[in-house]
């Protein structure tokens, strides 16, 4: 059984933004640092493992990044119609669980902390980066004027 998970997150504010691998690796510390957080340890049982980055993963989200950025669009389709698990598996990627995140914001602060502020306990982004299943995330920023346009492809195998 493969299992799909989507989310989508939609700021609107303006200012200028760090270089996207900062920001990637900024990411990807802030969900490993809620992972452990005892806070959210009622929805992790205290079983969520940092998530290790997937260079071939980041590839993926960075395509679809870029692709919702020319766009001006925020869409867990790809122009060809492809979700989230299509386009790892177009890559080559196996799988067996896999979530995706896409936001469209001026800043990565703003991300994470409308990601957090999101209720617990649901299929939301929120509930993608604490879920324990997932192991391995890549992540992909690409900017358009004043916004970023973010993926977050999480799975486990």
Known sequence: MRIVITCSLLLAFCFAA????????????FMNVARADSRYRAE?????HSLTWNAA???VAQRHSEEMARNHTLSHSSNRGLDVGQRLDAAGIRWTSVGENVAMAPSIEQVENMIMREPPFQ?????NVLNRRFT???????QAGAQLYVTEDFLSH
């Open 44 to 48: 992790t049982h205290g079983l969520a």
């Open 123 to 127: 299929a939301n982004h929120r509930g």
């Open 18 to 29: 760090p270089p996207a691998r900062v920001l990637e690796h900024e990411l990807l510390t």
């Open 57 to 59: 993963v980041a590839a």
């Open 136 to 142: 391995q995330v890549g992540i992909g920023i690409a």
